[in-house]
């Protein structure tokens, strides 16, 4: 049980602190300072990854002691849904999110990153002027091309090792082995990741004068990566209702 609380509370936060990290680069683009947004989300988004040894660890000490391919995707499910939710929270919340990242920007002038987070939420509020989100796009305004490329693209990047290690426990002859294709479909996620989506956004914020654009092209593949949280749900829940025959 220990080891399943450690694998939901690591996978959660992980995704959690991956999606925080969109509001850096919305918050670089309102107040004109792109390229801190950019590298601040990229360091957060491998500050998330001190998360992912542990998690391996939690699900591979579970896998090795016996667990069936039923109770392993209870347990991915239920990994997923936690990330769902924390991701929806993060939607729900965006401008609050990234007025934080101004923040963040303000005392980073003065300060190391490290130091700069604390101050954003222990220290004194800074009397500078914050630019709220103003105007949120609706569903109908949003990309589908590109909320689907970025659903397929988070699908393979956040269940990529969970098919890896269920496909170790249906083939524990072979479960080293197989347990290394988590590398390859995390690959092909981060292929499209790193060849579309992340350029169209960095484009978008470079020349996109107009607001409702390039806030259109970030929420659009925010939804993408809720829709590959619910893609992954239905899939493994269909999966269980197969096993359980």
């Given amino acids: 049980m220990t080891f399943f609380i450690i694998a939901v509370f690591c996978y959660a936060f992980m995704q959690f602190i ?31 990854r001190l998360f992912l040894p542990p998690l391996l660890l939690s699900l591979s000490f579970m896998i090795e002691s016996s667990l069936n391919i039923q109770s392993f995707i209870l347990t991915s499910m239920t990994l997923i849904f936690a990330a769902l939710l924390s991701s929806l ?114 484009r978008s914020l470079d020349i996109e004068l107009q607001q409702s654009k390039w806030l259109e092209n970030i929420y659009s593949i925010f939804v993408g990566r809720l829709l590959a949280y619910l893609l992954a749900l239905i899939i493994f829940l269909s999966l269980y209702l197969l096993y359980m025959k």
């Fill in 18 to 48: 991956e999606t925080i990290s969109f509001g850096s680069r919305l918050a670089g683009k309102l107040v004109n300072r792109l390229a801190l947004g950019t590298t601040l989300q990229n360091s957060i988004y491998v500050v998330s």
């Fill in 89 to 202: 929270l993060v939607l729900i919340n965006f401008n609050y999110f990234q007025l934080l990242f101004q923040r963040l920007f303000q005392h980073y002038q003065f300060n190391s990153i490290p130091i700069a987070i604390v101050k954003v939420f222990f220290g004194k509020k800074n009397k500078l002027k914050l630019v709220p989100l103003e105007v949120i796009p609706g569903i109908r305004s949003l990309s589908l091309k590109k909320i689907l490329t970025s659903a397929g693209a988070y699908f393979f990047l956040s269940t990529g090792f969970l098919i890896a290690f269920g496909l170790a426990i249906l083939i524990p002859e072979y479960r080293m082995t197989v347990s290394q294709s988590a590398s390859a479909f995390h690959g092909i996620g981060a292929l499209a990741l790193a060849l579309y989506i992340d350029p169209m956004i960095s």
